[in-house]
Each structure stands twice: as structure tokens, then as C-alpha cells.
């Protein structure tokens, strides 16, 4: 399998699911994905902010430009 081949198969298997966002300023975002596009731009649903590990705000949806993307990783469903 290809590196773009994985990478589209990863997008396919967290989309709708919860995930963590953590941007280059080092704030993380956690929420359900609801989309991911090309260039990293990102939209969440149900969408807490955290800032040095502790919750600041919490926001319904959310957009984040994909220049301000550190990385994106899956998370355990909240219960």
C-alpha cells in the first residue's frame, strides 16, 4: 500500500469519530470529524478547547485552517 493510499484509508476509517487536534500553538481541539479536505482544513462537531491540558471552551462546530495543523489522532469515544 501506497503512503497516499494509507494516508486516504486513515482519513476514511476516523471520519465521524472522535478525534484531537493539536495545532502548531499547541492547543488541542477534541471532537467528532465531520470533514477533512486536501490541505488539512478541518471541521468538528461537538468541539472542546483545551489549552495546557485543561478545558477553556466548549463550541459546536468548529473550523481549522490546515496551516495551523500539528497533527491529528484518534481518540477513545466519551461515554
Do not use: W
Not at 16 to 26: E, M, T, W
Not at 59 to 77: C, H, P
Amino acid at each position: 500500500m501506497s503512503r497516499k493510499e494509507a494516508l486516504s484509508t486513515f482519513i476514511q476509517q476516523i471520519h465521524a469519530r472522535p478525534v484531537v487536534v493539536k495545532l502548531n500553538s499547541g492547543v488541542d481541539y477534541r471532537g467528532v470529524l465531520a470533514c477533512l479536505d486536501g490541505y488539512m482544513n478541518i471541521a468538528l462537531e461537538q468541539t472542546e478547547e483545551y489549552v495546557n491540558g485543561q478545558l477553556k471552551n466548549k463550541f459546536g462546530d468548529v473550523f481549522i485552517r490546515g496551516n495551523n495543523v500539528l497533527y491529528i489522532s484518534t481518540q477513545k469515544r466519551r461515554y
